[in-house]
Nanobody, 114 residues
Framework: QVQLVESGGGLVQPGGSLRLSCAAS????????MAWYRQAPGKQRELVAT???????NYSDSVKGRFTISRDNAKSTVYLQMNSLKPEDTAVYYCTAGGRLGYWGQGTQVTVSS
């Protein structure tokens, strides 16, 4: 059974930082491309960052320079370090394995507010 479990979300003030984690099980983690998506209330789900099995990374323009995606294959975990957070980063953040049509976690809420 495949499971992706996100953690690390919460409430943070503008300008603050959070690190999200996504622990995977039931898949060959090292061979999967991983990604983080987010969905804000009333908006479509948005691709935030991707990391291939060869650790090539890509970011949406809205987070480039502020967010960093990384992976630890020994721990079957992908991370999203989020710095300089803005209120518009408020959303539920999801990790995926194998792209949009692959496996999804249940999401973790990130709220950026003063």
């Amino acid at each position: 059974q495949v499971q992706l479990v996100e953690s690390g979300g919460g409430l943070v003030q503008p300008g603050g930082s959070l690190r999200l984690s996504c622990a995977a099980s039931g898949i060959s983690f090292s061979t999967h491309n991983m990604a983080w998506y987010r969905q804000a209330p009333g908006k479509q789900r948005e691709l935030v960052a991707t990391i291939t099995h060869e650790t090539t990374t890509n970011y949406s323009d809205s987070v480039k320079g502020r967010f960093t995606i990384s992976r630890d294959n020994a721990k079957s975990t992908v991370y999203l370090q989020m710095n300089s957070l803005k209120p518009e980063d408020t959303a539920v953040y999801y990790c995926t394995a194998g792209g949009r049509l692959g496996y999804w976690g249940q999401g973790t809420q990130v709220t950026v507010s003063s």
